[in-house]
């Protein structure tokens, strides 16, 4: 289990019962316990595995007078992936 960051998160109310699942729901064994950590832990389970991960393209310093521009690059649909696929197999 990580550590909380300050003593603010290590005494919310959400660490404590996150604690308490991990303790005395998944070591202790009792199923009230389980069902808390199973509602607290699903959410960011899920969030990890399915949500969007940030990746780092470059990292520079700007001197003064230089700009960055940003752009986003859409995402593929199903018919430019499909094509794509197609074109791989081919070749």
Do not use: C, D, H
Not at 50 to 60: D, P, R, S, Y
């Amino acid at each position: 289990m990580a550590r909380p960051t300050s003593l603010r998160s290590f005494l919310s109310p959400v660490a404590y019962l996150r604690r308490g699942a991990v303790y005395k729901g998944v070591l202790g064994g009792r199923r009230g316990w389980m069902a808390v950590g199973a509602v607290l832990w699903t959410p960011k389970l899920l969030k990890k595995a399915f949500g969007k991960n940030e990746e780092i393209v470059a990292t520079e310093k700007l001197k003064p007078g230089q700009f960055v521009r940003l752009e986003a690059i859409p995402p593929t649909t199903r018919r430019q992936r499909k094509a794509a696929k197609r074109a791989r197999t081919a070749a």
